[in-house]
């Protein structure tokens, strides 16, 4: 179930990752909507931060992406509707609650499918030396996340051992 849990908390995390990308891609946009969304999602970033496109780029991640807009699965609404229902209910229905949530995690999967295919079309638009400095930042990113990740587990670590 914490796996399943987990699953379904990191989708809607995900989520976030497409309204950043949905955003125009001129650089001064993209510096604070890629800062705007990591105040609202922790762990979301811009994937072209940092890298300096041509206008000629630009124009054409903003027509994949426009594309994308019509391409993509909506969020059901009814789907967390409904789960909110199964989590308020009088008796918790463990069943019901495993099957909305694999029905969530199954349409999210395919946002994120295609999500990474227009991502893949718009790596694909980068120059060498763009590729390059796109892989660094995301080490970087990494590097973040690892620390941060870390930093979280020694703090939970520590407020167990505090609380026995």
Partial sequence: M???TTVVMASMLAMGSSAVLAADTTP???QSLAHDAMMRTP???HMFE????TEQQRQQMRDLMRQARYDLPGVALAEIEAMHRLVIAD????AAVQAQAEKMVQEQVKRQVEM???RNQMY???TPEQKSVLDQKHQQRMQQMEQQISGLQQTS???LSTTK
């Fill in 157 to 159: 670590a520590q407020k």
């Fill in 116 to 118: 990474a295919r227009i």
């Fill in 43 to 45: 762990g979301q970033y």
């Fill in 91 to 94: 008796k918790f229905d463990e």
């Fill in 124 to 126: 694909n638009l980068l």
């Fill in 50 to 53: 940092g890298v300096s496109l």
């Fill in 28 to 30: 001064e946009t993209a």
């Fill in 2 to 4: 914490r796996k399943l």
